[in-house]
């Protein structure tokens, strides 16, 4: 099936062809005719299975082509509603980039920037406002914002806006726009109380499901391997010491975890940044295109802050923890093999994990093979847990001394064979390794100061 077929404009067809999409992802085949009609819908569809674009890609033709003569100030005709700051700055790219050439004015605003800001976004009048739910009850009580002639309203990642306690504002939310619109309701899972939400906002739906959550990405190759929780550190460092990376996302349960596991990768002279709640938007937006861009090859970070980041270069995610929740596995793994490619998701765990990784198994229906420690795996933990950790405030002072002369820092990698992970014992899945193209992490010429 092409995108011509499911009566698409050609200004669209155009965009996706500039983008080089030739055939729409089963998501976008099943849900863009009924919302091309008109149609209440709901997804229930994780990200990374096109999903964005199948909400977007019909709404912008709808919106065109009933397009009133002027945008009213202070007034959205569609409203995306989204969980984190990340996805609806990502859903806002995103649908700038499908509205190309069409009179469409796409807005966003979030929680961590200034008001203001987000009241000049909304000023002139939008046809598409994605935004998070606070913010937009914020402007909406200062009365800058006008949702009473709202046409379309979309609900992505419902259980995760759940999760987060936002089931207040979207009950308030909903109270304030119009009985009579169309709505499109989306969720990686579908448990009784999301259920009764997709009910309560959607008339006749149409239904649609594509990959449930229990059964993980075909493409991603998952290994496991059991260490002390002390000693995880140790692991990641020699794993990304001898693992081809394009881009690798690790995970921690904790915004302190995602710091101490950055410096301490730091020390040991690898880059890395950390994505949390604790960080300041401009950080969070800053390490996030740094990703983006390859500039840095390793984002630490919190489920929270992950989840919905598509970055289509994600070669590995690291499980530096388990998590508690098994679905929340299936999205983090879901972070890698996007858009057609492989991905190889590791996990690291402890003694008191086990149970989690049960669970995870269960979900998933499958056995996650184990990748013994590599062979004197002790001699390096020692050696790195002599490493004093970067800290962030010396970033100045180091940056400083690293544009001068070198004074002989200890590098890491090959020189340090003798604490080497084994390479074929290190590709989790028995992954084929990566084209001589592929750079590696930065290695080296950080130093570590004591
Ligand atoms: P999403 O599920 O919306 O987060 O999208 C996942 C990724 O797939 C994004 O990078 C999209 O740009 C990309 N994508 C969406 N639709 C297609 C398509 N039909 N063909 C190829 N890539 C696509």
Excluded: W
Excluded at 316 to 325: A, K, R, S, T
Excluded at 328 to 350: D, L, M
Excluded at 393 to 416: A, I, L, N, W
């Amino acid at each position: 099936m092409k995108f011509s077929d499911l009566g698409l404009s050609q200004p669209i067809l155009a965009a996706l062809e500039a983008r080089d999409y030739s055939d729409p992802t089963p998501i976008q085949q099943k849900a863009i005719p009924p919302v091309l009609a008109g149609k209440d819908l709901v997804g229930i569809a994780q990200t990374g299975t096109g999903k964005t674009a199948a909400f977007v890609l019909p709404t912008i033709q709808r919106l065109v082509d009933s397009a009133p003569q002027r945008l009213v100030p202070g007034r959205a005709r569609m409203l995306v509603l989204a969980p984190t700051r990340e996805l609806a700055a990502q859903i806002a790219t995103a649908a700038r980039g499908y509205a190309q050439g069409q009179h469409v004015r796409v807005g966003v605003i979030f929680g961590g920037v200034p008001v203001p800001r987000s009241i000049r976004e909304v000023s002139r009048g939008l046809d598409i406002l994605v935004a998070t739910p606070g913010r937009l009850l914020d402007l909406v009580d200062q009365r800058v914002l006008d949702l009473s002639a709202l046409e379309i309203l979309v609900l992505d990642e419902a259980d995760q806006m759940l999760d987060l306690g936002f089931i207040h504002d979207l009950k308030r939310i909903v109270n304030i726009i119009p009985e009579k619109r169309q709505t499109l309701f989306f969720s990686a899972t579908m448990p009784k109380q999301i259920r009764q939400l997709a009910d309560r906002y959607c008339r006749n739906a149409v239904e649609i499901s594509v990959t449930p959550v229990s059964s993980t990405a075909e493409r991603v190759s998952q290994a496991v391997t059991f260490v002390n929780q002390k000693e995880k550190q140790a692991l990641l460092t020699l794993f990304f010491q001898h693992e081809p990376i394009d881009l690798s996302l690790v995970f921690s349960r904790t915004k302190h975890g995602c710091d101490r596991i950055v410096r301490r990768l730091k020390a040991a002279g690898i880059e890395a940044v950390a994505i949390h709640g604790n960080k300041s938007q401009a950080q969070r937006e800053r390490a996030l295109e740094a990703f983006r861009r390859g500039d840095i090859r390793i984002l630490v970070a919190t489920d929270i802050a992950a989840r919905g980041i598509d970055i289509p270069g994600v070669s590995h995610v690291v499980n530096f923890d388990l998590p508690n929740v098994p679905e929340q596995y299936v999205h983090r793994i879901g972070r890698t093999a996007r858009a057609g490619r492989e991905g190889i998701a590791y996990s690291f765990c402890a003694e008191d994990e086990r149970p989690y990784l049960k669970d995870i198994e269960k979900l998933i229906k499958q056995r996650i093979g184990a990748v013994p420690l590599p062979d004197n795996f002790m001699g390096t933990v020692q050696a790195l847990q002599a490493m004093p950790e970067v800290r962030e405030d010396m970033r100045d002072e180091e940056q400083r001394e690293r544009r001068g002369p070198r004074r002989g820092p200890p590098r890491h990698g090959k020189k340090k064979a003798a604490h080497a992970i084994k390479p074929a014992g290190h590709r989790p899945g028995g992954a084929k390794p990566k084209k001589p193209g592929n750079k590696g992490p930065r290695r080296g010429p950080r130093r570590a100061r004591g």
